[in-house]
């Protein structure tokens, strides 16, 4: 039996910085555990479906990498990315309408660490952060760690209430400005909702005025199910801002619609933010993999992302018509929820009959629906501690894993923990 196992005091807990004396982890993934149950189905994961990796291209890309740079794969690189890499993500960019040259870009170890990064380099102990609610968890968890103070910015079915920001800017002390805003702007995780072109332009106003940075965080925003593009923050501000003064940093990942375990992010900044983040990342990992980093970029430059893109969104839109038909026939006025037009999530509140709302429903809840086998995660993992009260009867559903069939069954599973809950 290992110490782990044993349950023993370990030998080093008294050298823990106390940062990590009584760390939470991430609450998506304590629910790892329970996904092994036998006949689980699971709509807390935030995982892109299996069926749609391409393998065979990803596997051509692989071949061309080792054959035509095996050196450059193989060997160290450099911090700011792959030269090859970051031409064919600036011309990604541009298809999401984000004009930008590889100077302008740090690739990083999947987009987590490019947030992590910024972090580092911005956020002091202390520093009053604003974070849309609710929001992504490892966000929450990054901010925490780095000891700022997480001021939560209310969202509606539109995303990010430009408004409500606006009005506790106001009310801030000046000498204690926010340094920055953290926002997902298209199909956020966990909300799926998509911003407004008009509470964009707002927001980056806002920052212009405030003088605070905006991350842009986008892994979402190429799977949409319809016609129509919101502009990016990024672009938004470098049309309202000038490119020099454009407030906006973003953060994007080929983990939805390639490949997570590329582990292939980039961040999009202003020189010398860039350069601080490049010494940072230094001592976080020297360089993301450039094999990765060669695989990507011959995978990009293949024309195998486009139609696997398309084929994505396709199947991505039909699983969550099944999730949100599914929900709406056999729950009707007893949940909540704005159906996405993008992305891997529903954000859906449960309404109980008067009187029953409140922690002790939320914790029934789930144990009933583990006990139905169906998972999915806690409003409360999205939320700050001290912005979490209520949140407990909200939940994040995933369709983006599951099949159809799959789909349909953990929403009777749903329906049925649900009338266990309240009985
Ligand atoms: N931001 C958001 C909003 C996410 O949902 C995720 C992944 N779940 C990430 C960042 C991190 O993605 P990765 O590190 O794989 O690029």
């Not at 986008?218 to 319809?226: A, I």
Request: hydrophobic residues 45%; proline residues 8%; contains cysteine.
């Amino acid at each position: 039996m290992s110490i782990a196992e044993s349950g023993m005091q370990s030998p080093t807990a008294h050298l823990f910085n106390p940062l990590f004396a009584q760390p939470e982890g991430s609450p998506i993934r304590e629910l790892f555990p329970y996904l092994s149950r036998p006949g689980m189905l699971s709509l807390a994961g935030g995982y892109p479906s299996p069926s749609l990796f391409d393998a065979e291209g990803l596997q051509h890309a692989a071949q061309a990498a080792l054959q035509q740079d095996a050196a450059a794969s193989l060997q160290y690189g450099a911090s700011e990315g792959q030269l090859p890499l970051r031409d064919a993500l600036a011309a990604l960019c541009a298809t999401r309408g984000v004009q930008c040259t590889p100077a302008d870009m740090l690739v990083t170890t999947g987009s987590q660490q490019a947030f992590d990064l910024l972090v580092k380099v911005l956020v002091a102990p202390g520093d009053p952060v604003l974070v849309e609610v609710p929001a992504y968890p490892a966000t929450l968890q990054t901010l925490k760690l780095a000891q700022a103070r997480i001021i939560a910015v209310p969202t509606d079915a539109q995303g990010l209430d430009t408004d409500a920001l606006e009005a506790l800017l106001s009310q801030w002390p000046h000498e204690r400005r926010p340094k920055l805003l953290y926002t997902v702007p298209n199909f956020s995780n966990p909300g799926g909702t998509l911003l407004p072109a008009a509470r964009r332009e707002a927001l980056v106003d806002l920052a212009h005025r405030h003088g605070f940075a905006i991350v842009e965080d986008d892994p979402y925003g190429e799977l949409r199910f319809d016609q129509g593009c919101e502009p990016s923050l990024y672009a938004t501000g470098q049309v309202r801002c000038g490119a020099a003064a454009n407030p906006v940093v973003y953060l994007s990942s080929l983990s939805k619609t390639v490949a997570p375990a590329l582990r292939i992010g980039w961040m999009l900044a202003d020189a010398q933010l860039l350069r601080r983040c490049t010494i940072a990342k230094q001592t976080a990992d020297l360089c993301t993999s450039p094999l990765a980093q060669l695989i990507a970029a011959h995978y990009l430059r293949s024309g195998r992302y486009a139609p696997r893109l398309a084929q994505a969104c396709a199947e991505y839109a039909a699983r969550m018509d099944a999730l949100c038909s599914g929900l709406q026939s056999a729950l009707g006025d007893q949940i909540r929820f704005v159906r996405p037009r993008g992305g891997m999530f529903v954000w859906a509140e449960w309404l109980p009959p008067q009187g029953r709302a409140g922690d002790a429903l939320a914790r029934a809840l789930f144990t009933a629906a583990v006990e139905q086998g169906v998972l999915y995660v806690p409003g409360k993992a999205f939320f700050p501690a001290d912005a979490a009260p209520g949140s407990g009867l909200c939940m994040r559903l995933s369709y983006a894993a599951p099949t159809v069939p799959q789909i349909t069954e953990a929403v009777a599973r749903l329906g049925r923990a649900w009338g266990q809950a309240l009985s």
